[in-house]
């Protein structure tokens, strides 16, 4: 039996399954919440609907936009002969922030993981491919995250890509192995880009 209300419990719970909060935080989180005046919270929870019903995926590249395109899609000054793959749209924001791209990107939606389900097919794959000729796609830098569903992701790219009449690059080290693009200062983003290497089977 819950030593909490149903309503105090059920916002534990639900607090419990959102990526990275655990039993402890999802209470800490949960009556920081009741603390604060109701109109924060209102708002709160504004923002997060508002954010559910106007956020989408770009009809091109799939990450976050408002609109059928994102702002990266829209700016015709971005090098569309070049192409950088990642597995999120975080990876996107972390990139961005570097300075040291000025192509556009693909965003696959997640990485290669059997266990859980996760293969080719479930990841924008197909969509890549198709992006390839209509805008004349030179080179692929593949920047998924330094772990081992990155690295297969990777692998899996360059090999269903070796017969195509395109350069495939995988960012430099410098990136720490087992770690998120997201939490990668800049310089070494950024310096992880400038040194990436073809990728070879």
């Known amino acids: 039996m819950s030593a909490y209300t149903p309503p105090v419990q059920s916002l534990i719970d639900e607090l419990g399954r959102l990526p990275g909060i655990g039993p402890k935080s999802a209470q800490r989180i949960a009556f920081h919440l009741l603390k604060l005046p109701s109109d924060d919270v209102r708002r709160l929870a504004h923002s ?7 956020a989408r995926f ?3 590249c799939f990450n976050i936009a408002e609109n059928t395109l994102c702002p990266i899609c829209e700016d ?3 090098d569309s002969t070049v192409l950088c793959v990642v597995e999120d749209s975080r990876d ?4 961005e922030k570097t300075g040291a791209f000025r192509g556009r990107y693909h965003v696959l939606q997640g990485a290669i993981h059997p266990m859980e389900g996760i293969g080719p097919e479930q990841l924008k794959i197909r969509e890549l491919l ?3 000729g209509p805008e004349n796609v030179q080179e692929i830098i593949v920047c998924t995250n330094p772990t081992v569903e990155g690295d297969v992701t990777a692998m899996y790219l360059a090999r269903t890509m070796k017969t195509l009449a395109v350069k495939v690059t995988r960012i430099a080290s410098g990136l720490p192995v087992g770690g998120d693009l997201e939490y990668a200062d800049e310089l070494t983003l950024g310096r ?3 040194g990436r290497q073809l990728l070879h089977d």
């Open 192 to 194: 992880a880009i400038e």
């Open 76 to 78: 015709q000054r971005r």
């Open 58 to 60: 770009c009809d091109i």
């Open 130 to 132: 198709s992006r390839l």
């Open 48 to 54: 997060i609907i508002d954010a559910k019903e106007k």
């Open 92 to 95: 996107v924001v972390a990139i």
